[in-house]
């Protein structure tokens, strides 16, 4: 599956658990739910995933990719240390430009 370069970069940046990289994906103002939490702004959301990496040492596996206008929508299996690994995931984002603004993470 060819992925646009950015997704390609945020998942790679994900799977190499650097958290600085990840963020930086985002623009400054982006959310991101999760859990049923929020988080904005690049600061929050490297905080975020530090905290997830760290706790689950995840690992994304791409297995969709659909866009319609600047949202996306990518499934992947996830895998790391947490109940049930791995799993299969949506992440549904908004870009604005190739920046990340919106990010959903539901099952």
């Known amino acids: 599956m060819k992925l646009p370069e950015n997704i390609a970069g945020f998942i790679k940046a994900q ?11 985002f623009t400054a103002q982006a959310t991101v739910s999760d ?3 929020s988080y904005s702004g690049r600061e929050e959301i490297k ?3 530090q905290a997830a990496t760290e706790k689950y040492n995840m690992q994304l596996t ?3 990719f659909t866009q319609t206008g600047s949202k996306r929508k990518l499934t992947v299996e996830v895998s ?5 690994s791995p799993i299969v995931m949506n992440y549904h984002l908004e870009l604005d430009g190739s920046s990340i603004s919106s990010l959903k993470i539901t099952d």
């Open 35 to 37: 859990e049923g939490a």
């Open 15 to 25: 799977n190499d658990l650097d958290s600085t990289a990840f963020a930086n994906y």
């Open 80 to 84: 790391g240390r947490f109940p049930a």
């Open 47 to 49: 905080q975020w995933i």
């Open 62 to 64: 791409p297995i969709d």
